[in-house]
C-alpha cells in the first residue's frame, strides 16, 4: 500500500484527534497531534508569566522563549498511546485543561509559534505515512497531502462533547463555558492573519454531528475505497 499523508483540519471540539487516531491504527500508521503541540506551547507561557491577566500572550517575550521549548511525543508503553512532553516532562493531561482551551488560540495565531510548530510537524512528516489533524494540516502545512478532510459540526454538540469529556476527568467547568470557549476560538481561528481555518479545496467535508467514531470510520473506509481504490478491513 502507498504511504500517504492523511490530513484531518477542522472547528475544536470535532473529535478531529479521536478519528485521526482510530485511521492511524486501521492503516497502520503513526499519529501526530499538532494540536498538542500548541497547547504545550501555550502551557509553557501560562507557566513561565508570558501571559496577561486574561491568558493573551505578551508576544514577543513567548517568542522569545520559543527556543527554550523542547516538544516530543513518546509512546506509553501502557495504553500504546503518544502523550506530550514538555522539556522532559509528561504534560499530556494538564495540556487539555479549560485555561490551556482558553488561551491556545491567541498563541497559535502569533506567526512565530505557527512556524515554530510547522518546522517540528514537516521534520515528522518527511517519512510519510502519517495521520495528523489541527486547523492548517491540509492548507499550510501540508498542503501536497494526499487525503485531506474538513470536520465540522454543531457549536452546541461539540461543546456537549468536550464539556461531557471535562466531566469525565473531575475537570470544574460549566456548559455556558465550555460552548462560549467553543465559539471563541470558531471565532480566533477563522479570522487569524497567519494561515486562519478554512477548508482546502480539495478537502473532503465531514460534518459528524450526528456520527459515533464508528460511523465514522466507515465513511472514512468508502471515501478510501472510492478515490484511491484502498480496501480497509
Keep these: 500500500m502507498k504511504k500517504m499523508i492523511i490530513a484531518i483540519d477542522g472547528h475544536s471540539s470535532t473529535g478531529k ?6 485511521i492511524a491504527i486501521a492503516m497502520d500508521y503513526t499519529y ?4 498538542a503541540l500548541y497547547r504545550a506551547v501555550t502551557l509553557y507561557a501560562l507557566e513561565q508569566g508570558l501571559t496577561d491577566k486574561n491568558g493573551r500572550p505578551h508576544v514577543k ?3 522569545n522563549s ?7 511525543f513518546r509512546r506509553n508503553p501502557l495504553t500504546g498511546r503518544n502523550e506530550t512532553f514538555l522539556n522532559e516532562k509528561n504534560v499530556e493531561q494538564r495540556i487539555r485543561n479549560l485555561d490551556v482551551s482558553q488561551s491556545v488560540s491567541p498563541v497559535s495565531g502569533i506567526p512565530q509559534v505557527r512556524e515554530f510548530v510547522d518546522i517540528q510537524l514537516r521534520k515528522w512528516g518527511k517519512q510519510k505515512g502519517i495521520v495528523m489533524d489541527g486547523r492548517d494540516i491540509g492548507t499550510a502545512v501540508f498542503p501536497e497531502a494526499e487525503v485531506k478532510i474538513f470536520m465540522t459540526a454543531p457549536a452546541e454538540i461539540r ?4 464539556y461531557d469529556e471535562m ?6 467547568a460549566s456548559f455556558e463555558e465550555v460552548l462560549e470557549n467553543v465559539r471563541k476560538r470558531d471565532q480566533m481561528d477563522s479570522h487569524r492573519a ?7 479545496p480539495d478537502a473532503v467535508l465531514l460534518d459528524n454531528g450526528n456520527m459515533s467514531v464508528e460511523e465514522q ?8 475505497e472510492e478515490k484511491w481504490g484502498i480496501r480497509l478491513k
Design 17 to 22: 484527534s479521536t478519528f485521526a487516531k482510530a
Design 32 to 35: 501526530l497531534d499538532s494540536g
Design 61 to 63: 517575550k513567548l517568542v
Design 66 to 72: 520559543l527556543k527554550d521549548i523542547f516538544v516530543t
Design 159 to 162: 461543546a456537549r462533547r468536550r
Design 167 to 172: 466531566k469525565a476527568k473531575g475537570e470544574e
Design 194 to 200: 497567519t494561515h486562519p481555518l478554512v477548508m482546502a
Design 217 to 224: 470510520m466507515e465513511w472514512f473506509k468508502k471515501l478510501l
